[in-house]
């Protein structure tokens, strides 16, 4: 399980035209390791978000708030990642996707059946039904794609979701791109929401998906 969370400080500046700024603390179970300061007054503890790779604990994060980067836990330290731009895309939540994979072995015909149960899925919420019927649960294992709710600077202010490749973040080598074109978030749903998992297998990694559109009544156009 995570041991990992954050909690923030708004920091207001001695200069009042500029913005306050956030003190991100970082604490394993309740030990502080580290701190950051955002460069913006909000959004400051859903742009931490720790995962693991092969062991080790990793958390992408937003210190300056149109660039992502990635950070090795426990000792905080930045690897890499993107860097400020005026232009860039500016995160206001992350989220990895996190699975257990429960098996069951047929003794009569040898087979052995596997379901990928996430986090955010009903199947979580029937966990004890599948272990009655003889599953045995792996380890929590997080997916290598990450997503990203946020807006470019001066676009119509909307929570877009991109797409993050964490293959290579252990070496701080993260990449981004929006795959699924025009994606607004729905409106007070957070991203966990909005990616269902249910359907998602290796060699078939579908996800159902909950998007906002505006469409024209009359002719059934979209809008925007």
């Not at 003794?107 to 004890?128: K, L, M, Q, V, W």
């Not at 579908?206 to 024209?216: G, M, N, S």
């Amino acid at each position: 399980m995570n041991p990992f969370h954050v909690t923030t400080e708004i920091m207001p500046n001695s200069d009042p035209k500029v913005l306050p700024t956030t003190l991100v603390s970082i604490y394993i179970d309740e030990q502080f390791i580290g701190s950051y300061e955002r460069d913006y007054s909000a959004y400051g503890a859903s742009t931490f978000i720790p995962f693991e790779q092969n062991g080790q604990w990793y958390a992408l994060y937003s210190a300056d708030y149109t660039a992502t980067r990635v950070m090795s836990l426990p000792d905080c330290r930045d690897l890499g990642g993107e860097e400020q731009s005026s232009l860039g895309f500016c995160p206001v939540e992350y989220y990895v996707p996190r699975y257990r994979i429960a098996s069951r072995h047929n003794i009569e015909t040898g087979a052995t059946t596997e379901i990928y149960e996430f986090d955010n899925a009903d199947r979580f919420e029937r966990s004890t039904a599948v272990e009655d019927q003889g599953y045995k649960f792996g380890p929590w294992q997080y997916l290598r794609t990450a997503l990203v709710a946020g807006c470019y600077w001066g676009d119509d202010s909307s929570w877009k979701v991109e797409v993050i490749d964490l293959s290579q973040a252990a070496v701080g080598v993260i990449t981004r791109d929006h795959r699924f074109g025009y994606f607004m978030l729905p409106d007070n749903r957070a991203l966990r929401d909005t990616f269902d998992f249910s359907d998602w297998h290796p060699d078939s990694p579908t996800v159902i998906v909950v998007r906002q559109e505006w469409l024209d009544l009359a002719t059934g156009e979209r809008v925007h």
